[in-house]
């Protein structure tokens, strides 16, 4: 005999029924083809099953229920928990979720506060096993992933926020999440929110680390490419003991003389390419370099005489390791 208070909140996410009528008007008509997709996936399945809640006199929703109507506002724009009562308030977005009334903000606070470290690590690992699916049913044994990073500015005092580089707000507190996306899918593998202190590359091993343990047993080989934040000898260390392929912009101190010594051959009036194998202080080994330079502007000098001779030249170089 089951306890009462054992008892579960159950969730099923429902569809309904598209017509054209002056009854119950709905600002997110578009919602109910996307909740059939993500039902279709199986996400709100997962969620009741990662988070059951134990019902009691005064638990009207279920976690699942919680975490699905923050992934609808999400999805619809609302960003800030005060906002989502009255996205749940939509007659719509309330038959979706079945929800018997419109979620308030401190029930959505208290539900994502109990889940803590340990209810994020749950969901990161959804995501994880999620896009893992995705990427075995494309079918790919070779895929190319581009990691990025960047900046999202918050104001007030969110917990994680800290003040770091902000090129779109100076001084103000921020969010530096890394990203890795499967380019041929146009598909989010992973992803780990950072505070804004952190630079670039800060526990990029590892997060390769963990897409990579991601990624279907089908996946042989990995084209790896980055901008110079990633520039890492760590990095290129793993990737190759993996045996996979990498693209990275350069980020040296002396590059502008290392390029210098260089020889360049021409491949058209303003582009010149070199390449060479060069090693940084703590590689374990040298590393192939390639170089693209291109002539922007020649400057003439003012006086007569001096212009007679060939102009001072502007060139953007762009220096890749792969």
């Known amino acids: 005999m089951q306890d009462k208070n054992s008892k579960k909140i159950s969730f099923t ?11 119950q008007l709905t600002s997110y008509s578009g919602l109910s083809v996307t909740s059939d997709f993500i039902n279709h996936c199986g996400i709100y399945g997962k969620l009741e099953h ?7 006199n005064a638990s009207r929703f279920s976690t699942a229920q919680i975490l699905s ?5 999400s999805l ?7 906002r989502i009562e009255n996205f749940t308030f939509d007659a719509l977005v309330s038959r979706l979720l079945k929800l018997p009334k419109n979620i308030d903000e401190d029930t959505i606070r208290r539900h994502l506060t109990g889940l803590g470290e340990r209810g994020a690590r749950s969901l990161h690992e ?8 995705q990427v075995s049913r494309c079918g790919l044994s070779r895929l190319t992933l581009d990691c990025d990073s960047s900046t999202f ?7 994680g926020a800290e003040v770091g580089y902000n090129s779109h707000k100076k001084g103000s507190k921020s ?22 202190s952190a630079y670039t590359s800060n526990g990029v091993c590892e997060f390769v680390k963990e897409t990579l343990a991601a990624l279907p047993q089908k996946v042989e080989k990995v084209f790896f490419r980055a901008d110079s934040g990633f520039f890492n000898g760590g990095l290129f260390n793993l990737l190759e003991d993996g045996k996979h392929e990498y693209l990275v912009k350069v980020k040296l101190k002396n590059l502008k003389d290392l390029l210098a010594g260089q020889t360049w051959q021409p491949i058209g009036p303003r582009t010149a390419t070199c390449q060479f194998t060069h090693q940084c202080s703590g590689w374990r080994n040298p590393r192939m370099f390639y170089a693209v330079r291109v002539v922007k502007q020649i400057v003439l000098p003012t ?8 102009g001072r030249r502007i060139t953007s170089c762009i220096l890749l390791l792969a």
């Open 303 to 310: 006086s007569p005489s001096a212009r007679r001779e060939n």
């Open 69 to 73: 109507s923050v992934l609808l506002a």
């Open 153 to 159: 500015t918050v104001y007030g005092n969110q917990q």
């Open 175 to 196: 969010y530096h999440p890394i990203l890795c996306f499967v380019t041929e899918m146009k598909l989010l593998v992973n992803s780990w929110l950072r505070p804004g």
């Open 126 to 133: 959804l995501l994880l096993d999620f896009t893992g699916l």
């Open 13 to 23: 996410a429902c569809s309904v029924k598209k017509k054209f009528s002056s009854e």
């Open 76 to 82: 619809c724009g609302v960003h800030r928990l005060k």
């Open 50 to 56: 990662l988070f059951p809640t134990i019902r009691h």
